[in-house]
């Protein structure tokens, strides 16, 4: 604790003439990042503080079976050394795998950023039965931003978990099995790569990338750019939780393109069959066009009620083209779903600054 205190101070009063607020983790110290995520949130309690940066160098930061630790002010940057190298990891009880039990970190503040660090949710997955729901980041802030960040689980890996946000990824990798890419708001995810893992133990299966419920924003989850890695099992890109969900591929490039189910979306509604479900411009790895030139989907579900001693099944369906026009595509450019804030600028000045203060660690 006092070497941790030592840093801070000493990197507070080197950064004094850019009133720059600063704290230092200690390496391979868990204890130490939550201790600096907690001082955080006190410094930075006023959404319209200065940036406060956590500098975190190359390590591994075991918080044991710690979940939800809350990030609950603003402006925070939590800045690693390396995306590879410095990996944050919890271990939850299989026992108390959920959705909203499990994350590493619970955002709740608004502008935070997080830069050049592996998250990883190490819950016992294939030994967790049914489900096995553990999160990384559950996002209930808004305007994050994710750069060179990698998400390391299988079910639920990501939760973006405010009906009203805005998020923004960037050359970061997510990996996961089901629904693991899930939530709500308007998320952009430029030039990232999605991989899905085994879904089982034993061979094949079927993973969902995405699961979004994304009704209440007007553009939902916007995959620009992207690569997807398949491990083994075949994938499809989403299917709806709720509501009307919007959920757009654009210029993805699949490394195994046959392992794609045919409808390519998931017709399988969960709790919704109505969606707005489309891909553009897709390659293989070659960068060879595979995009097919239609494909309509019938979206069914059936749910089921009791009456007495009778069982009433109900049964819904919806048909739509999943394969956007170039006209349509060209809607989706970030600085039409962000126009007021401008993720991609605002990144290259956090990274600009991040990059300076990491040279004073070395």
Request: charged content about 25%.
């Amino acid at each position: 604790m006092k070497h941790f205190l030592l840093l801070t101070l000493t990197l507070l009063t080197a950064v004094a003439a850019t009133a720059q607020q600063v704290i230092v983790v200690k390496k391979n110290d868990g204890r130490s990042l939550l201790e600096a995520v907690a001082e955080a949130n006190k410094q930075n309690a006023d959404p319209h503080a200065k940036r406060l940066y956590i500098l975190i160098p190359d390590g591994f930061y075991d918080l044991g079976e710690t979940v939800l630790t809350r990030i609950t002010g603003h402006n925070i940057a939590l800045i690693g050394q390396s995306m590879e190298g410095t990996v944050i990891q919890n271990k939850p009880d299989v026992k108390k795998e959920g959705i909203s039990k499990t994350a590493i970190f619970q955002n709740r503040g608004t502008g935070n950023y997080f830069q050049d660090l592996t998250l990883k949710n190490a819950l016992d997955y294939y030994a967790a039965g049914a489900a096995g729901r553990a999160v990384t980041l559950q996002d209930k802030g808004d305007r994050t931003i994710c750069n060179r960040v990698r998400l390391l689980s299988y079910q639920d890996t990501y939760y973006s978990d405010n009906d009203q946000s805005q998020f923004y990824f960037q050359d970061s990798e997510i990996h996961g099995t089901v629904d693991f890419i899930c939530g709500d708001g308007d998320v952009w995810f430029e030039r990232c790569r999605i991989v899905t893992e085994k879904r089982s133990l034993k061979p094949g299966g079927r993973d969902v990338i995405a699961a979004p419920k994304t009704s209440k924003t007007p553009w939902g989850y916007i995959f620009n750019r992207c690569t997807v890695e398949n491990i083994e099992s075949n994938f499809e890109y989403a299917r709806g939780w709720n509501a009307t969900p919007h959920c757009i591929w654009l210029h993805t490039t699949l490394l195994t393109p046959e392992k794609l189910t045919p409808t390519r979306f998931d017709y399988r509604g969960m709790n919704t069959v109505r969606n707005d479900f489309k891909e553009y411009a897709t390659v293989d790895g070659q960068g060879r066009d595979i995009t097919p030139a239609t494909n309509v989907v019938t979206f069914t579900m059936q749910k089921k009620r009791k009456e007495g001693d009778k069982e009433i099944v109900t049964e819904s369906s919806y048909t739509a083209e999943t394969i956007m026009s170039a006209g349509d595509a060209a809607r989706y450019a970030v600085e039409n779903v962000f126009p007021d804030w401008r993720p991609d600028r605002r990144l290259k000045k956090i990274e600009g600054k991040a990059r300076k203060l990491m040279k004073r660690l070395q």
